[in-house]
């Protein structure tokens, strides 16, 4: 049993003009490769194994990231799951020079460890301590029936936590 | 208008050493990468405009991709919302000597075009001219509702076209 | 046997800044990478073996490729001659939001076949199934001899396709 | 005026596994494109203008290159005709330890020096000073030849250097 | 003024295949890269600039680091002279798996930065605030008169902080 | 025993946008990986042996490198230490149409030969054959001890190379 925080990766880069897209900002495809090498250090550090990316979801890019910025990711895992284990990825771009920061994008990636055969291996719970780390927690559970039903693996009259979303009832329904 | 057909777009690679991770098959930040370029084409081709990334969903690893397989993405615009275009897109790997060929991965990119001053424009509609066209832009609905749910932007009691998967009622709710 | 058209490869990449010359254009030593990527696929698909490149003939590069262009590479093996293939490769540019294309290079490929000890492998022939088939299938045995001839393994006089070019009465001299 | 040798250009490098295919030596397309840079930077020399890769021929590779071997380029202006020069290139792979050199890969490069405005730029004459240097520079007529005529640019019984090889009476026929 | 705590930057990446030597262990080259980039963003936030490389001494590898193993690199500013800043970069490897982490690098990059004009711009000064801190706030004086006397540009005996090393009677000459 | 012309390696190469920084020149981190792989190509001449970075010293950076210049670097082994060899690495680079060259960085990067087993390997001396090798020749001994000091690893009064240069009757002591 760890927190998220025991699993927490800081990964720090600059945007090079090799990093960018011909409008001469990050290339999107580039930011995702980053955000996959950063999030699975922290499923490594959190299951003490070799790891493999299974699922990719809630990618959301804000603000186009200027070239030269100062890109900062930082990645912790919000839950597990037997096997696999959820990661919570955030990117912040800074202009250190003009003293700007924003928040850039969010994501979540899936990780399963495996064991010396290559065999997926059960992993440690993750214990949130704090309000933050309790929200990702419970999330994790509609953001997986989620992916289970969008690929067709579980039925949306099974999913308990997400159904209780869209029920009129629940107060909680405005997220 | 158009159909999906006409922005469809594939690309082929072969898995070099240079795209491989640790354990010798592909990264699946590398594979992130060549899915986002390849969609960001199809999504080109149907805007006839600059394009940017504005969201990733329900990409999933299935099988892990060897070393000197060929690799073949597919990508093509679903359905469009007003300036957001979705594009889904599917990857194979193939052993070529070996006569295999297996489907590893799905995803949905969403992507916004830009005019010259690099604000949205509008793009136009996408008409689906076949039952598995038709398929991907009912879909592209619910996807969208969760992406707005998920960040935030839309009440699960609005998002008529999610909630009616988890209605009891529904007959289709098994997907 | 199997015809060109079996072989048959598209490839569809954007020039990124990453891959410009100081001119900010494509750099030409990066599509002479991409176009050997692509043509070794062809040959892979032909002869279903691993396959290994013995010589390039007849790169022409007739227009600088603009940074953000959509490159398309189409290859295609159009004869082979026991253990060798020769794959004809074109390239397009395309500025999408300005509806342009324009066909930009060709180049002739040539590759060898091994099987598992690394020795050369026999492969199917091809056969050509329309006019544009037919004149890439004759052309290759001339390019065939011109590539022996000036490698010093082929003497002029035993080059009987490429000297009927060469001989007054030829009707087809012209080309 | 200069001689080949005033154009002369090493490049040195070690085959990292960056640089490798799949059975694990050198990417015949990684060396095309080392192959372009070594040139492009002789024809530089001999112009002094900034050039761009117009063709490639006689690209033959004779023998893998493997992982960790030290790759040598050399490249040379051979001959120029008005605004073009072609360049000879030659690779050697060599593993020190084992104290073996070998021969691996030639080709003819084609450069177009351009001035401000990118239009196409006289270059000075290159006047061989040996035998080697003069075989290069006769050979360049027959090369130019070759390429005039596959690319449907000049009729056969017009390419006199390269007809004389043809002709049955020539003594030099035999190459 | 500012603490080295305040430019404290941590860098995070996984060793690739694609960051390898022959041997199969991280690139030398690759890792100076990397050193570069952290410390250079450790600069940029003392300064508040952007900077440039002017000198990088005392980089000692003291151990192979292994494919696949996380690398982590942590750089801070130890003292400024003007318009210069010395940046201590360390870097560790981890084998996550096994549990083993071992120190692999250090060295001293300095910076210079830049005004919009591109001069030299004086930098606050570096205020120690712990032994640690106070101890590669004294070195950085005798590695600076080192780089200035191996430069050329200052003669020994005015090299006061080193000399003092060298003196006899000196009781910290054992450092 | 060989002379330092014996291990001379000569790279050239052309800094493209991939190469550069967010100034527009030359990125110091890549500058700092080719020069480790110019350098350690002549201590594998000079060793006939696979060789290792371990340490790299007086880096300095006296002029920003502009993109599509031509760099130049030679590397020279300049003295061994049983199973060390320092190599003295030189940067030139070179505006070529404008007929521009200047020296812009230099560095002395140290590497150890290994012997099959990976472990170290007694390697040749070196023999000055002229006033600037002898001159390398005798620097060597005094960077080396100040290596070994400010690791740790020597006392300064042991350092008798070092010494004598801060020694008042010393007439070498301006360097």
């Not at 011909?22 to 930011?31: A, E, I, K, Q």
């Not at 490769?33 to 250090?41: A, G, K, Q, T, V």
């Not at 055969?117 to 029936?145: C, H, I, S, W, Y």
């Amino acid at each position: 049993m760890a927190s998220p925080a025991d699993s927490e990766t800081w990964m720090t880069l600059v945007v090079q003009p090799n990093d960018t897209n011909p409008l001469g900002t990050l290339h999107g495809g580039r930011l995702l490769y980053w955000m996959d090498e950063c999030s699975s250090i922290a499923a490594t550090k959190h299951s003490r194994a070799v790891v493999v990316t299974v699922s990719v979801d809630g990618v959301s890019f804000r603000h186009a990231i200027e070239l030269g910025s100062v890109v900062t990711i930082r990645a912790r895992v919000t839950r597990t799951f037997r096997t696999s284990m959820e990661v919570f990825v955030e990117v912040w771009a800074e202009n250190i020079p003009r003293n700007q920061r924003i928040k850039c994008n969010e994501a979540y990636y899936t990780f399963v460890a495996l064991d010396e055969r290559k065999q997926p291996l059960v992993v440690p719970d993750v214990v949130p301590t704090n309000e933050e780390e309790r929200r990702l927690f419970d999330g994790a559970m509609r953001r997986r029936q989620l992916r289970l039903i969008l690929a067709g693996k579980l039925k949306a009259e099974d999913a308990d936590a997400l159904r209780a979303l869209f029920m009129p009832e629940n107060p909680d329904s405005k997220k």
